[in-house]
């Protein structure tokens, strides 16, 4: 079982130091201009991903402010039960985060979109809404970033075939991206 989770650690590491950290930037930048220009931050995602979402707006909202500049709106569109069920019921589960989206978002928001295969119906329906909108879109994928990585504005992909070793890739941009945004807030 050592050596497991030693091998697991050493390909996470591996993969980490792989990462395009300057598209990890420019998602920092797009967040930093959705600040600016009043915008709101949706994220959304599917399991894991949907946790590593709700993390990302969390952290967002919480621990990025400071007394000198607006605070960020960040709305994870994965929280609310009930909406995710009603919409997938009286629409079909494809629709789940598009037809939230429909809704809500305008130009100038920023809409990040995690799906480790980069493949989710859900996610490719709502990345296109939100660019229907005039919305920019960013995705944290993995794999050799599906779909998604076509289809949104931006896109960081995680260089990995394992989910487990993406999602914790995943969250580990999550975190970076913090960091990067609270400056010497933290």
């Not at 660019?131 to 005039?134: D, F, V, Y």
């Not at 970033?145 to 487990?164: E, I, R, Y």
């Given at each position: 079982?050592?050596?497991?989770?030693?091998?697991?650690?050493?390909?996470?590491?591996?993969?980490?130091?792989?990462?395009?950290?300057?598209?990890?930037?420019?998602?920092?930048?797009?967040?930093?201009?959705?600040?600016?220009?009043?915008?709101?931050?949706?994220?959304?995602?599917?399991?894991?991903?949907?946790?590593?979402?709700?993390?990302?707006?969390?952290?967002?909202?919480?621990?990025?402010?400071?007394?000198?500049?607006?605070?960020?709106?960040?709305?994870?569109?994965t929280?609310?039960?009930?909406?995710?069920?009603?919409?997938?019921?009286?629409?079909?589960?494809?629709?789940?985060?598009?037809?939230?989206?429909?809704?809500?978002?305008?130009?100038?928001?920023?809409?990040?979109?995690?799906?480790?295969?980069?493949?989710?119906?859900?996610?490719?329906?709502?990345?296109?809404?939100a660019?229907?909108?005039?919305a920019?879109?960013?995705?944290?994928?993995?794999f050799?970033?599906?779909?998604?990585?076509?289809?949104?504005?931006?896109?960081?992909?995680?260089?990995?075939?394992?989910?487990?070793?993406i999602?914790?890739?995943?969250?580990?941009?999550?975190?970076?991206?913090?960091?990067?945004?609270?400056?010497?807030?933290?």
């Open positions: 079982m050592v050596i497991a989770t030693r091998t697991y650690f050493t390909g996470l590491a591996d993969v980490l130091a792989q990462l395009d950290t300057g598209a990890v930037d420019r998602l920092v930048a797009w967040i930093e201009r959705t600040r600016r220009s009043g915008g709101t931050v949706y994220v959304l995602g599917n399991g894991g991903s949907a946790s590593t979402a709700s993390h990302l707006a969390v952290d967002l909202a919480k621990n990025t402010r400071r007394p000198d500049r607006p605070n960020l709106r960040a709305i994870s569109l929280e609310n039960a009930a909406v995710l069920t009603a919409w997938a019921n009286d629409r079909c589960y494809e629709q789940v985060f598009a037809a939230q989206l429909e809704g809500i978002v305008r130009p100038g928001d920023l809409v990040v979109a995690i799906s480790g295969s980069g493949n989710s119906p859900n996610v490719l329906a709502a990345v296109r809404a660019e229907a909108a005039g920019v879109t960013f995705a944290l994928t993995g050799a970033g599906g779909k998604v990585a076509h289809l949104a504005s931006d896109c960081v992909v995680v260089p990995s075939q394992s989910m487990q070793v999602e914790d890739a995943h969250l580990a941009i999550v975190h970076a991206v913090v960091v990067a945004l609270c400056d010497e807030a933290c």
